[in-house]
């Protein structure tokens, strides 16, 4: 009888892990869609930025309230785990505060998990306020309408209700306590929840138990449908974080790749001992030619995929670019966001035809990016600047603005010309490079 | 206006059997470009004053490459490095100065691995250096106690984390540095950086250098320095578009150095 309960809650458990662990192979499998990417040089760098800007919040704080609020709730939601720990072992073994125990230090632990899980309803609230009623600017640019804008909120709800849900079982359970019911031992200290002692007063012992263990078994089932949630949400990032600061370019910003294939042919067309007629090796390996540039989510790198789904959509690029700030149609969140419904798409399309992609007639570009959006971009580095987890959205303007001109030699004709005058003279003016030194004489 | 600068060419440097300790790459704005060419010749003058053997390429010199890689053209970018590389490498370049954060860019990050690796220093660094050495002073001269800001070139500061050097020329010019809004790592482009000098902007409603040069304006300066020929331009036509051309100069470093002195 009394091993339904601890039965019941290590199936849950188990149910709510296991289908995170198969969103998490889903995800895992959508960005090794993308090319690979040698990502793991400089081994201490990588290290040292994932300590300081995920773990650290280091660019959090370049806006200082907002830099604030999120690390009260970060630390809050990092810290008042340790109590999951506990509700798990109390769960799986039919245990009631398994960590009382430590006497002295369990009080200052429930003590500081109360008082962060009131500071973390504080900043929801401000947070929501924020968006919903002082309406900043970045939370309600264009591409946040629909389900971005629900999917922010929801988190939000969520975080309150679960902080709710934990200091009204601290209340119920510290009154149980004082009515000295079995079980419920004399442990902890309830800096907040006492002052939620009102709401449950003059309840019977019964009652307060019903509350005490709804509240229980809502919060720990809350957390596991918070955990699934996840993947559907761009919530995502407060686990993608880490991998994404750590696989993040390490060179100079200004420093775009060079592409190898097209370095092979380049030096090949330089070579003044190349056989202009050689037929190809017998040994090579006649492939489909490689693309240049990136039209769709699988031409892009691994990196840039899980960029994608690392962005939580918070909007310091957009409102850190020159071209959005202007009122052009560029918004390097919406380059991410479009990449991660891209892929997404394309990755539900594979589950739906076991395991192979089926033509679609789409891709990121114009069906998602349009070419406005890519050529109004400056490259200035300002969103990869601004982002807090070393998101990189001027690598995929630029990846697909290669494929439109080595491509389909779709640049707008004002380039067109810029280029024909370097090809030609060597500059992008038509000026005639035997005159580069007059200036000296002028 | 005949004025006599030094301005070897690498080519007779090597005939004279000399090397000299930095290559000037003037780069096709610094080359053609009418209001670009005025820098080109204030920091020339100050090399020469300084007494530094420099050389130029002249007319072997050719676009980096830079905007066409930023419109998305690889192919071309790496046909003019590659052919730049090879008179770079052919001539032993060992260190390469230029006034162009865009030239400075690709040279120093993007030439490497295509094989050609040098030390490359943008031109307020270079001067930096000199002023360190001993072997340049600066005088504040008809810009002493002006209200001067500094607009941060993309490629110069957020692209290359080069944000002291030109903030520390201007200050020995005994002027007032007031910094924009927008500044250092929050500098705010000009709007010409990833190929936009030669095309249109997109629909809008407003021109990134107009925003820009409002920020500039913010700041009441006497000066709006530059480091770029590219943001100088676009900074100017913003000025001059705000109708304040008679009361602000857009000036570049180099030439902030030079005039001061009256070379």
């Given at each position: 009888?009394t091993?339904?309960?601890?039965?019941?809650?290590?199936?849950?458990?188990?149910?709510?892990?296991g289908?995170?662990?198969?969103?998490?192979?889903?995800?895992?499998?959508?960005?090794?869609?993308?090319?690979?990417?040698?990502?793991?040089?400089?081994?201490?760098?990588?290290?040292r930025?994932?300590?300081?800007?995920?773990?650290?919040?280091?660019?959090?704080?370049?806006?200082?309230?907002?830099?604030?609020?999120?690390?009260?709730?970060?630390?809050?939601?990092?810290?008042?785990?340790?109590?999951?720990?506990?509700?798990?072992?109390?769960?799986?073994?039919?245990?009631?505060?398994?960590?009382?125990?430590?006497?002295?230090?369990?009080?200052?632990?429930?003590?500081?998990?109360?008082?962060?899980?009131?500071?973390?309803?504080?900043?929801?609230?401000?947070?929501?306020?924020r968006?919903?009623?002082?309406?900043?600017?970045?939370?309600?640019?264009?591409?946040?309408?629909?389900?971005?804008?629900?999917?922010?909120?929801?988190i939000?709800?969520?975080?309150?209700?679960?902080?709710?849900?934990?200091?009204?079982?601290?209340?119920?359970?510290?009154?149980?306590?004082?009515?000295?019911?079995?079980?419920?031992?004399?442990?902890?200290?309830?800096?907040?929840?006492?002052?939620?002692?009102?709401?449950?007063?003059?309840?019977?012992?019964?009652?307060?138990?019903?509350?005490?263990?709804?509240?229980?078994?809502?919060?720990?089932?809350?957390?596991?449908?918070?955990?699934?949630?996840?993947?559907?949400?761009?919530?995502l990032?407060?686990?993608?974080?880490?991998?994404?600061?750590?696989?993040?370019?390490?060179?100079?910003?200004?420093?775009?790749d060079?592409?190898?294939?097209?370095?092979k042919?380049?030096?090949?067309m330089?070579?003044?001992?190349?056989?202009?007629?050689?037929?190809?090796?017998?040994?090579?390996?006649?492939?489909?030619?490689?693309?240049?540039?990136?039209?769709?989510?699988m031409d892009?790198?691994?990196?840039q995929?899980?960029?994608?789904?690392?962005?939580?959509?918070?909007?310091?690029?957009?409102?850190?670019?020159?071209?959005?700030?202007?009122?052009?149609?560029?918004?390097?969140?919406?380059?991410?966001?479009?990449?991660?419904?891209?892929?997404?798409?394309?990755?539900?399309?594979?589950?739906?035809?076991?395991?192979?992609?089926?033509?679609?007639?789409?891709?990121?570009?114009?069906?998602?990016?349009?070419?406005?959006?890519l050529?109004?971009?400056?490259?200035?580095?300002?969103?990869?600047?601004?982002?807090?987890?070393?998101?990189?959205?001027?690598?995929?303007?630029?990846?697909?603005?290669?494929?439109?001109?080595?491509?389909?030699?779709?640049?707008?004709?004002?380039?067109?010309?810029?280029?024909?005058?370097?090809?030609?003279?060597?500059?992008?003016?038509?000026?005639?490079?035997?005159?580069?030194?007059?200036?000296?004489?002028? | 206006?005949?004025?006599?600068?030094?301005?070897?060419?690498?080519?007779?440097?090597?005939?004279?059997?000399?090397t000299?300790?930095?290559?000037?790459?003037?780069?096709?704005?610094?080359?053609?470009?009418?209001?670009?060419?005025?820098?080109?010749?204030?920091?020339?003058r100050?090399?020469?004053?300084?007494?530094?053997?420099?050389?130029?390429?002249?007319?072997?010199?050719?676009?980096?490459?830079?905007?066409?890689?930023?419109?998305?053209?690889?192919?071309?970018?790496?046909?003019?490095?590659?052919?730049?590389?090879?008179?770079?490498?052919?001539?032993?370049?060992?260190?390469?100065?230029?006034?162009?954060?865009?030239?400075?860019?690709?040279?120093?990050?993007?030439?490497?691995s295509?094989?050609?690796?040098?030390?490359?220093?943008h031109?307020?660094?270079?001067?930096?250096?000199?002023?360190?050495?001993?072997?340049?002073?600066?005088?504040?001269?008809?810009?002493?106690?002006?209200?001067?800001?500094?607009?941060?070139?993309?490629?110069?500061?957020?692209?290359?984390?080069?944000y002291?050097?030109?903030?520390?020329?201007?200050?020995?010019?005994?002027?007032?540095?007031?910094?924009?809004?927008?500044?250092?790592?929050?500098?705010?482009?000009?709007?010409?950086?990833?190929?936009?000098?030669?095309?249109?902007?997109?629909?809008?409603?407003?021109?990134?250098?107009?925003?820009?040069?409002?920020?500039?304006?913010d700041?009441?300066?006497?000066?709006?320095?530059?480091?770029?020929?590219?943001?100088n331009?676009?900074?100017t036509?913003?000025?001059?578009?705000?109708?304040?051309?008679?009361?602000?100069?857009?000036?570049?470093?180099?030439?902030?150095?030079a005039?001061?002195?009256?070379?």
């Open positions: 009888m091993l339904i309960p601890q039965l019941i809650f290590a199936l849950i458990l188990a149910f709510g892990i289908f995170f662990v198969r969103n998490v192979k889903k995800l895992s499998r959508n960005i090794k869609l993308g090319k690979e990417i040698n990502r793991t040089d400089r081994p201490g760098e990588r290290w930025n994932m300590a300081l800007i995920a773990l650290g919040q280091q660019k959090m704080v370049v806006r200082p309230i907002a830099g604030l609020l999120h690390i009260i709730v970060y630390i809050g939601f990092v810290i008042i785990n340790i109590e999951v720990l506990e509700i798990v072992i109390d769960g799986l073994f039919g245990t009631h505060r398994v960590f009382a125990f430590m006497g002295g230090l369990y009080d200052v632990l429930i003590g500081s998990f109360e008082i962060l899980a009131f500071l973390v309803v504080v900043s929801v609230v401000i947070f929501w306020i968006r919903n009623i002082i309406r900043l600017q970045r939370f309600i640019k264009p591409e946040m309408k629909g389900w971005p804008k629900n999917d922010a909120n929801i939000l709800y969520f975080e309150v209700v679960l902080m709710f849900l934990f200091l009204l079982m601290n209340a119920t359970d510290l009154q149980l306590q004082s009515l000295g019911a079995a079980h419920y031992t004399e442990a902890g200290a309830f800096p907040v929840s006492q002052y939620l002692l009102p709401l449950v007063d003059g309840m019977s012992q019964s009652a307060l138990f019903l509350v005490e263990r709804t509240a229980w078994w809502l919060h720990i089932v809350g957390i596991l449908i918070f955990l699934n949630y996840l993947y559907y949400s761009k919530h990032h407060i686990l993608l974080a880490f991998p994404n600061t750590w696989f993040a370019k390490l060179q100079p910003k200004g420093q775009l060079n592409l190898e294939a097209v370095t042919e380049v030096q090949l330089m070579d003044p001992n190349a056989d202009p007629f050689a037929a190809p090796a017998e040994d090579e390996v006649e492939g489909e030619p490689g693309k240049f540039g990136a039209s769709d989510v892009l790198n691994r990196v995929l899980l960029n994608a789904y690392t962005c939580t959509e918070c909007g310091r690029c957009t409102s850190e670019c020159p071209a959005n700030q202007t009122g052009k149609k560029l918004s390097p969140r919406k380059i991410m966001m479009d990449t991660r419904d891209r892929l997404e798409e394309v990755g539900k399309n594979i589950d739906a035809n076991n395991g192979v992609f089926k033509e679609d007639g789409k891709q990121l570009l114009d069906d998602y990016i349009t070419r406005e959006e050529w109004a971009c400056t490259s200035c580095n300002a969103c990869v600047e601004a982002c807090p987890v070393s998101i990189d959205p001027l690598s995929i303007i630029m990846d697909m603005r290669r494929y439109l001109v080595m491509e389909q030699s779709a640049a707008p004709v004002e380039l067109n010309n810029m280029m024909s005058n370097i090809e030609n003279n060597g500059a992008p003016w038509p000026f005639n490079q035997m005159d580069r030194l007059n200036w000296k004489d002028e | 206006m005949s004025e006599t600068l030094k301005v070897p060419t690498m080519a007779e440097m090597m005939a004279a059997g000399k000299p300790e930095v290559l000037f790459w003037v780069g096709c704005s610094g080359s053609f470009d009418d209001r670009a060419k005025k820098i080109t010749k204030a920091f020339v100050i090399l020469n004053k300084a007494g530094v053997e420099f050389a130029v390429l002249g007319t072997e010199e050719s676009c980096t490459g830079d905007p066409a890689k930023r419109a998305g053209n690889e192919f071309l970018f790496q046909m003019q490095a590659m052919t730049n590389i090879e008179v770079l490498n052919a001539y032993e370049v060992k260190k390469i100065v230029t006034a162009c954060p865009h030239c400075f860019n690709t040279i120093k990050n993007e030439y490497p295509l094989g050609g690796s040098y030390e490359v220093v031109h307020t660094q270079f001067l930096k250096s000199l002023l360190d050495d001993g072997r340049l002073t600066i005088e504040g001269g008809k810009f002493k106690g002006k209200r001067i800001t500094f607009h941060d070139p993309c490629y110069l500061g957020r692209a290359n984390d080069v002291e050097a030109p903030r520390e020329l201007i200050k020995k010019l005994d002027a007032e540095l007031v910094e924009m809004k927008n500044c250092r790592k929050k500098g705010l482009c000009c709007g010409a950086g990833g190929a936009q000098m030669f095309k249109e902007a997109e629909e809008g409603k407003k021109e990134v250098n107009i925003e820009r040069t409002e920020q500039a304006l700041t009441k300066p006497d000066v709006v320095a530059a480091g770029c020929p590219f943001c331009t676009m900074l036509d913003g000025v001059k578009g705000k109708e304040k051309e008679g009361e602000v100069e857009v000036l570049d470093v180099a030439e902030l150095i005039n001061a002195q009256d070379l």
